[in-house]
């Protein structure tokens, strides 16, 4: 029989009306060469992200690492911004979410913070974004040096040392599409989609409409990698093909490819303009 709330301690009723908004799903996956659990990560409210009163637009950070992190910057010159961050690797997130245990409690032990949160406007999921529509479980090729780890695989011949080409581990996490997750970040408008994917950021950008990517987001930092260098990994295109398709797109750098000459590797930021006149959207990579 359904069991009424009325005859429940205050507790157990928010137990229950949890489990009923909870998909049902196993507690784990055991397997012979791994243990996975299914644990929720962040609260949401009709299926978007909740941010603070006040808040006026958000970031979006894709690939953190634990250094140079939007939630060491951004927020500090944002404060009307919110960020929502995604690194898949474990130990990476586990020392994002110690930062919010600091910035909430400073050095006072055993006390909780809100889920997800590795600021007071800013979360950190443990999710790997991808160019599918769906997301899913997806194979992270992990390295000794953490911020070479990648979902797309190595090149042996790419223009790194060999530690950033190593593969160490092979984990299978979790993913969202960058659909999913400019859907989830509605309605307020992202100021700034920083992506840093390690092979994957201009197939990211390409897995949205153009329509759809003008609509949610302002402007877009991505990384990119010079003509002249070997390529690192499998699917990676250069600076110059970035900067073609963002222009036919209507989002416009803030500096050009050559700055790249001496580094393989440049951050850009991509600015959202008009539409360029008479001229169509690139469709094919050559």
């Known amino acids: 029989?359904?069991?009424?709330?009325?005859?429940?301690?205050?507790?157990?009723?928010a137990a229950v009306v949890l489990a009923l908004a909870w998909p049902a799903c196993r507690a784990y996956v055991l397997t012979d060469t791994g243990l996975a659990v299914t644990t929720q990560v962040v609260?949401?409210?009709?299926?978007?992200?909740?941010?603070?009163?006040?808040?006026?637009?958000?970031?979006?950070?894709?690939?953190?690492?634990?250094?140079?992190?939007m939630d060491e910057d951004w927020l500090e010159q944002n404060p009307k911004g919110f960020l929502v961050s995604f690194e898949p690797l474990l130990d990476?997130?586990?020392i994002l979410l110690a930062r919010g245990?600091?910035?909430?409690?400073?050095?006072?032990?055993?006390?909780?913070?809100?889920?997800g949160h590795?600021?007071?406007?800013?979360?950190?999921?443990?999710?790997?974004?991808?160019?599918?529509?769906?997301?899913?479980?997806i194979v992270l090729n992990v390295s000794p040096i953490a911020g070479c780890s990648s979902t797309a695989k190595v090149k042996r011949t790419g223009f790194s040392g060999r530690l950033c080409k190593t593969v160490s581990e092979r984990r299978l996490v979790d993913?969202?599409?960058?659909v999913q997750v400019l859907n989830m970040t509605r309605p307020k408008p992202i100021r700034i989609l920083k992506i840093d994917a390690q092979g994957i950021d201009y197939a990211l950008v390409r897995s949205v409409s153009v329509e759809f990517l003008r609509e949610r987001v302002e402007g877009i930092r991505l990384e990119t990698i010079s003509h002249a260098c070997r390529k690192l990994y499998d699917g990676q295109v250069s600076c110059e093909q970035v900067v073609a398709y963002m222009s036919s797109a209507g989002y416009y750098p803030d500096r050009?490819?050559?700055q790249s000459?001496?580094?393989?590797?440049?951050?850009?930021?991509?600015?959202?303009g008009p539409m360029p006149d008479a001229q169509a959207i690139i469709e094919h990579d050559h």
């Open 118 to 137: 590795h600021h007071r406007r800013g979360i950190v999921l443990p999710f790997a974004v991808t160019p599918s529509s769906t997301g899913g479980n």
């Open 1 to 13: 029989p359904l069991v009424q709330p009325s005859m429940l301690p205050l507790a157990k009723v």
């Open 256 to 258: 050009p490819c050559s």
């Open 92 to 94: 990476k997130y586990a």
């Open 43 to 69: 609260p949401m409210s009709n299926g978007v992200f909740k941010v603070p009163p006040g808040t006026e637009y958000l970031a979006v950070e894709i690939g953190c690492s634990d250094r140079n992190t």
């Open 175 to 178: 993913s969202l599409g960058l």
């Open 101 to 115: 245990t600091k910035r909430y409690h400073r050095d006072e032990k055993d006390l909780s913070v809100p889920l």
């Open 261 to 272: 000459k001496d580094m393989c590797e440049v951050d850009v930021l991509f600015s959202r």
